[in-house]
């Protein structure tokens, strides 16, 4: 593996003379924000998922506070990520859509604590297409369009290209701890620690290779969803699993003959990333699943069953290693006695469907995918084993931090701080918000999800498609979860939708979201059906 460049490093961290040791600043503490790309809190069983246990991840929520009701404001990787970056919704930040740049010359959270006296880091995906501000080192993953490859991935190191030998989850672990070891350890850091995994086309570390081939995993309840009763957006989407889902890229139903004939195939570009013996392995696993799709003669429902099995054993698998990598990083701040000093923050981009409604990805509104994991730990302000139910957003990740850190939070930020919700063990002031508020941009695009915005209170969720529909959906989440039963202009509902209406407009208001329906300045211009997968 190459190693980190450290005469970029602040010179204090190697300046120290012999009788001279650095002081540590124990008044502020450190900050690991763990994000992972479409992870979703049904794989996870410290929320109770049912597929796969994560045993590491269920330590962070154990010995620290489980948010219930966390929320991306738009589920999309690089928007969600801009959002998460300077507290702001995506009309505001610029970073609107995955065809987007951001404007890395704009206020972010990393660049506030690295004034602040901060030692800053991001290390692994970061998918904004622009060169990282506010950070003293930064080493992002950059093929695929800044998707990252899993295996033998390349890198830009602080401006540097590298390409690192192995699977990618591991190696952005190495590099996080060889990063801590040699940071400045007079400063207290921030680390930005953002794995690839488990985006698509879930290609699992070469000892995951085949480990649920021959695990049958529980299927969703809306698995076979026929979308009665609802409107265009969920019967036009292009995420499916019976039809979106590729025989090559993602159920990885070719042979190296096959791919060896057709070397401009995509899967082909990144199994050739792979070393010989892992090569073997792959083929060897994977002939099963070829033999039983062409041999099976499978149809209909049995299909679909079939292809979620498929999905289920590559995409968990890869949050396998995510979990033994968030253990390693775990056990080695608690080897340097940093583990309690340290605010751990895990989350993900966005949810995931795993299967719900008959899906995969994410875009929608819709629970699964709008509902994000977010779990933290930091003993000396967090009680172990606390639970909260409070509204939150992916744009109050940004003042949290800056609160816990003691720095002033501008008057900008459009997010609140969770920490009176975090250090009061889950239980939210009585003045918190009363509604998240949600806006996807991304159509016409790959997936075909319809523009919409909405609000998610505790108990309702309002919903509105628009640009090439005007359509509205409302569900009652207390007793249709599922959001199956779409109550918009359902009579027995007008006083609970008039309010609904009223409230959006209030939250519109005060996030400055003046033209939602993009009426007076589109946002998007041309089809972006064509564009890479992100």
Same mark, same amino acid.
């Given at each position: ?174 590099? !996080? ?19 690839? &995994? ?112 498929? *999905? ?44 719900e409604h008959g ?32 509204? &939150? ?11 816990? !850190? ?21 239980? !939210? ?5 009363? &509604? ?29 498609? *628009? ?22 202009g359902n009579p027995?509902?007008? !006083?609970?939708?008039?309010e609904l209406m ?33």
């Open positions: 593996m190459n190693r980190l460049s450290y005469t970029l490093l602040p010179l204090t961290a190697l300046g120290f003379s012999a009788c001279t040791s650095p002081k540590k600043e124990v008044s502020r503490p450190n900050i690991i924000f763990m994000m992972t790309d479409d992870h979703t809190t049904q794989a996870m069983s410290c929320y109770g998922g049912r597929l796969i246990q994560t045993p590491n991840m269920d330590r962070i929520a154990n010995e620290g506070i489980r948010m219930d009701n966390c929320y991306a404001v738009n589920a999309l990787s690089g928007p969600s990520r801009a959002c998460i970056l300077t507290g702001k919704f995506s009309h505001m930040n610029g970073f609107t859509d995955n065809a987007s740049t951001f404007d890395g010359s704009q206020q972010t959270f990393p660049k506030l604590l690295q004034a602040a006296g901060y030692q800053t880091s991001v290390i692994g995906k970061w998918h904004l297409i622009a060169e990282p501000q506010g950070f003293d080192y930064w080493c992002i993953l950059s093929g695929q369009h800044e998707q990252g490859d899993y295996y033998n991935p390349d890198f830009i190191e602080n401006g540097k290209h590298v390409v690192e030998q192995g699977y990618v989850t591991d190696i952005v672990t190495d590099k !996080a701890i060889e990063y801590l070891e040699h940071r400045d350890k007079s400063k207290p850091f921030c680390m930005m620690y953002h794995q690839k &995994a488990p985006h698509r086309n879930w290609m699992p570390a070469p000892r995951h290779l085949g480990m649920f081939n021959n695990t049958t995993f529980p299927e969703s309840g809306t698995l076979f969803d026929t979308y009665e009763g609802r409107g265009r957006a969920a019967k036009e989407q292009d995420m499916s699993i019976e039809h979106t889902l590729t025989d090559d890229w993602d159920l990885k139903l070719l042979t190296r003959e096959e791919m060896l004939k057709d070397t401009t195939n995509r899967l082909y570009q990144v199994y050739k990333r792979m070393p010989a013996a892992v090569q073997d392995k792959w083929d060897s696993v994977y002939a099963q699943r070829i033999s039983e799709y062409r041999n099976g003669n499978l149809k209909g429902n049995a299909l679909i069953s079939w292809k979620y099995q498929q *999905y289920m054993r590559d995409y968990l698998a890869t949050v396998v290693a995510v979990d033994e990598n968030i253990g390693r990083l775990l056990n080695y701040l608690e080897r340097t006695g940093e583990l309690d000093n340290t605010i751990i923050v895990y989350t993900s981009d966005q949810g995931f469907f795993l299967g899906w995969f990805d994410k875009r929608f509104m819709y629970e699964e995918c709008q509902r994000m994991p977010m779990i933290v730990r930091y003993p000396k302000a967090i009680k172990a084993g606390s639970t909260s139910n409070a509204i &939150a957003m992916n744009i109050d990740f940004a003042p949290t931090f800056l609160d816990f !850190a003691g720095v002033e939070i501008p008057d900008d930020i459009q997010g609140e701080s969770l920490k009176p919700v975090l250090t009061n063990e889950g239980n !939210a002031p009585a003045d918190w918000r009363k &509604a998240a508020y949600y806006h996807y941009y991304e159509y016409p695009a790959e997936h075909s999800v319809k523009r919409h915005y909405g609000i998610r209170t505790t108990d309702f969720k309002l919903i509105h498609f *628009y640009n090439d529909v005007d359509e509205w959906e409302m569900y009652d989440m207390q007793n249709d979860p599922h959001e199956l039963n779409n109550l918009y027995e509902y007008t !006083a609970k939708q008039a009223l409230l959006l407009k209030e939250v519109q208001e005060q996030y400055k979201d003046n033209d939602p329906d993009e009426r007076i300045t589109e946002l998007f211009k041309g089809d972006r059906r064509f564009m890479e997968n992100r």
